[in-house]
């Protein structure tokens, strides 16, 4: 198997768990050196030697909250120091909260998620843009399905999703003249830890989540892995794409929600 994305350096935020963890995983498995954090230490550092044991790649875990512009900051700079340069930035952790209609969402916590899922995503861009253009580098932002068809009682999330998609293009415009693309991608339902903390919350977990798997044509949900594959495309294959909103969905968005049977 050819190594498609050999000695780059990518950064991947919240890379400990779910999405974050399948593009972790995928970048190594290319041969890229990968610095990604989470809040938590002990996931990320078990993760981190796992890879470093499989290889061909490396990684290295660093903790740091995205939503304090110091710990941005210091990834940023860790990342530099490591490796002495950056290729790609995934910008990937987020939260998704319990749904709630708009007439319980208080403006603190509509604030909230804007620091955590939007400026995040501009801030660990900025500061990376520097060392992303000396190597023609790229961003991938990970945003949502839903930014594009909407969801029940989740107007902050999906107006944060829906930022991103927007930011992404109007990044692209400005870096272009420095060779740096800027994509993103959208996953509908994929089973991570976020997914499983929501469904969590409802009646009933397991009645949720097989809803959750029938709302795609395919019948059944993403993968992380899935996820890893998508990414590495954007970062080491799609040298022609900047700006574009890339749907991870098993065709959710098809057929007016209206899915065909699935056998089981
Ligand atoms: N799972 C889905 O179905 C789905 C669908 C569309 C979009 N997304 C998006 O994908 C991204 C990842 O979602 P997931 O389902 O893998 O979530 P997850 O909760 O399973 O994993 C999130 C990761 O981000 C880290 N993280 C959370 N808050 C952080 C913070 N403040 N600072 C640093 N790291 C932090 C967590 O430690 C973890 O490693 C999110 O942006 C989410 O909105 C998920």
Not at 68 to 97: F, M, Q, S, Y
Not at 208 to 237: K, S
Request: glycine fraction near 10%.
């Amino acid at each position: 198997m050819s190594l498609r994305y050999l000695s780059k350096v990518a950064i991947v935020t919240g890379g400990s768990k779910g999405i974050g963890r399948g593009i972790v995983k995928a970048f190594v498995e290319n041969g890229a050196k990968v610095v990604f954090c989470a809040r938590g230490g002990e996931a990320g550092k078990d993760l981190e030697a796992e890879l470093n044991g499989a290889g061909p790649g490396s990684c290295t875990f660093v903790s740091c909250d995205v939503s304090k512009e110091e710990d941005i900051k210091r990834l940023i700079t860790i990342t530099v120091e490591t490796h002495g340069r950056i290729d790609c930035l995934v910008n990937n952790a987020g939260w998704h909260p319990p749904h709630q209609p708009t007439d319980e969402t208080t403006a603190e916590e509509f604030r909230d998620l804007l620091q955590l899922n939007l400026l995040s995503y501009f801030l660990a861009s900025k500061l990376a843009l520097p060392y992303l253009r000396l190597h023609q580098g790229n961003i991938i932002n990970i945003s949502s399905l839903v930014a594009t068809i909407g969801q029940k009682h989740a107007v902050p999330y999906v107006a944060t999703k829906g930022a991103i998609i927007s930011m992404t293009k109007a990044m692209a415009v400005d870096e272009s003249v420095h060779k740096v693309r800027v994509n993103c991608i959208s996953p509908g339902n994929v089973m991570t830890p976020l997914w499983e903390e929501l469904a969590g919350q409802s009646p009933d977990a397991a009645a949720t989540i097989r809803a959750g798997e029938r709302c795609q044509l395919l019948g059944r949900m993403g993968t992380e892995a899935e996820c890893g594959r998508a990414a590495i495309f954007l970062a080491a294959d799609a040298t022609f794409c900047t700006g574009i909103d890339l749907w991870l969905s098993g065709g959710a968005e098809l057929n007016y929600g209206e899915k065909s049977q699935i056998s089981s």
